[in-house]
């Protein structure tokens, strides 16, 4: 019986005439991690036709691509013609002596899911899996001109196609290969990549899928596939009479840019581990009391909104019904000191990036509001999805700084994009532009509004600061001090995993005491505000301040915190209303 070879050695070939052991290794995430990852390297340290792995989000999703599975390769001087597999691959290299018989009976075509997916937009510095450079060995780097230059020597007879047909030619000029024309150059780099929010390191590839499998927009995957690098897959060589030249250029970026990527295995998500899941729980009460220390000094000493933060971090969204979502809990931090120290808001969003997975800083300023582009928007002339700032995967904390706002006109695109921050912070949901129609797609993303006074945008939960006088003179030193305290490994991890692992327990209302106890202060709360969204809030607040320490049933305790939390909150309102 012959052995298998290491999963890092693995071909196209040999994993179609393989696929069953080699689907069975697949499954054990060890041995994946031993798989290169396309993320944290350049492309010079990987050879075509190479084994990658790839995590990112599916920014847009193009039509199935039709290509040949299986065609009839022919040998001009022996006459002897056999079959071979078009899987896995974007061209089929001939010899000298072969050609490929396109018309042949035995050919089979198949079509293939394609997809953009990019590197995950805001994920911090802390959650980047690395892979080191020994992994790959520096025989990569080494042999990989001259596997280029071997491919480049060999008949190439290109079998991709979708549904316009497109026709892939060859040149002469070996110096022009994935080089762009005057006409590629009208599109930038940032342009091509189409990232919704700046990434210094991020990456784009085209990935092409072959089982049947369900994906959404947005939805962050791993993709384990083979990577193409052969540079004849550019715009350059690329004619199609029924695409304008943008669509080209887009649809045919460089490899050396945008890899293309045939997967093997996606995985669309990877959940906790049982025993880590328990022995958080276990120990929640004492990691929460370390993350309220740390909040509560970085809030100016204000354990109420260290408390209502700790709840906003760990918010997720477990119902919805139309426009009515449960568990999301956006929240509006005000009245700190701003004069006396600018820098607050991105101060505190620096230690959040510590502690959350994904996030990003969104300054809205009149400029900012006036110009940005928030919502994605179809652009038929290249015919894709150009993203906008709010494309983000779910769990992407948002925080939006208010502080730079000032008075002046607002244009149309800034009334647009206001409306489309309050249907986020409200709704959970953001509409995309396809001109001749607009969709409305669901998301997860926890909002922060950092504002002197209430925010423009409607928040309903707001938190004004009770900021202590001792706290506030200092500052600075307070800010170093939590550094210094979350420089204890252990401590960060056991937070971190906190925040995951608390953000994604199942939850009951299942105790008939609580239940009573719930209906009588409904009751008495319904008679002094009038203000059935509030109740709804309260009950999500009791949630999230439950999972908090590590409970997943509403305890009486627990509730009473709630709504004590709440008077004290509403009480601290400068009109004494809901906001």
């Not at 009839?72 to 089929?92: F, H, P, Q, R």
């Not at 290299?93 to 997916?117: A, F, G, K």
């Not at 709010?390 to 769990?395: A, C, H, I, R």
């Not at 305290?485 to 971190?496: G, M, Q, S, V």
Request: glycine share 2%; proline share 3%; with cysteine.
């Amino acid at each position: 019986m012959t052995s298998l070879l290491k999963i890092t050695n693995w071909t196209p070939e040999y994993f179609t005439a393989n696929r069953s052991k080699c689907n069975l290794i697949l499954e054990n995430l060890e041995v994946l991690k031993e798989i290169p990852l396309l993320n944290t390297n350049t492309l010079q340290t990987f050879k075509d036709r190479q084994l990658v792995r790839f995590k990112g989000m599916i920014q847009d999703m193009h039509d199935p691509e039709y290509y040949l599975q299986l065609y009839e390769v022919k040998n001009t001087e022996t006459e002897i013609c056999e079959l071979k597999c078009g899987m896995y691959t974007d061209s089929a290299e001939c010899l000298p002596n072969e050609m490929v018989l396109l018309e042949s009976e035995n050919n089979q075509s198949s079509e293939r899911q394609t997809c953009i997916v990019i590197s995950i937009p805001g994920l911090n510095d802390w959650a980047k899996e690395t892979y080191g450079q020994s992994h790959l060995g520096m025989k990569v780097i080494n042999n990989l001109k001259r596997n280029l230059d071997e491919s480049n020597s060999k008949i190439i007879n290109n079998l991709e196609s979708d549904r316009k047909k497109g026709k892939i030619f060859s040149i002469d000029d070996d110096k022009k290969i994935d080089t762009m024309t005057s006409q590629q150059c009208l599109f930038s780099k940032e342009y091509i990549l189409n990232f919704p929010i700046p990434m210094d390191d991020g990456r784009a590839c085209i990935v092409k899928i072959y089982e049947d499998i369900s994906l959404k927009l947005n939805q962050v995957i791993e993709i384990i596939g083979f990577i193409s690098l052969n540079p004849f897959l550019n715009a350059l060589h690329y004619s199609d009479e029924t695409m304008t030249q943008p669509e080209i250029i887009v649809h045919h970026p460089p490899t050396s840019l945008v890899p293309r990527l045939h997967a093997i295995k996606i995985i669309q998500s990877t959940k906790q581990d049982i025993k880590i899941n328990s022995q958080i729980m276990s120990k929640a009460e004492l990691i929460r009391s370390d993350l309220h220390l740390i909040l509560n000094q970085l809030l100016f000493g204000d354990h109420l909104a260290a408390d209502y933060l700790i709840c906003h971090l760990l918010s997720s969204i477990y119902v919805r019904r139309d426009y009515f979502c449960l568990g999301t809990y956006p929240l509006n931090i005000t009245h700190f000191p701003v004069i006396k120290y600018k820098e607050f808001p991105k101060d505190l969003y620096k230690f959040l990036t510590l502690l959350t997975e994904k996030s990003h800083f969104l300054e809205i300023t009149l400029e900012n509001l006036n110009n940005l582009t928030l919502l994605p928007k179809k652009d038929y002339e290249c015919n894709r999805l150009t993203s906008g700032v709010l494309q983000l995967s779910n769990n992407t904390h948002l925080v939006i700084d208010e502080t730079g706002l000032t008075t002046g006109k607002m244009t149309q695109i800034g009334r647009e994009n206001y409306n489309a921050i309050c249907d986020l912070v409200n709704f959970q949901k953001v509409t995309y532009d396809f001109t001749f129609y607009k969709m409305e797609y669901e998301t997860d993303i926890p909002v922060l509004i950092l504002s002197e006074a209430k925010s423009f945008i409607p928040c309903q939960t707001q938190v004004v600061l009770k900021v202590d006088s001792e706290s506030k003179n200092v500052y600075p030193q307070i800010m170093e001090i939590a550094e210094q305290y979350l420089k204890d490994e252990n401590r960060l991890i056991n937070i971190r995993q906190y925040l995951e692992t608390i953000r994604d327990t199942e939850f009951e209302f299942n105790d008939e005491e609580i239940i009573k106890e719930i209906q009588d202060d409904f009751i008495r709360w319904r008679q002094l505000n009038k203000n059935v969204d509030h109740l709804h809030s309260l009950m999500v607040l009791a949630r999230l301040l439950s999972l908090s320490y590590g409970s997943n049933v509403l305890t009486v305790e627990h509730w009473k915190r709630a709504v004590q939390m709440e008077t004290e909150r509403l009480n601290r309102l400068p009109d004494k209303k809901e906001t």
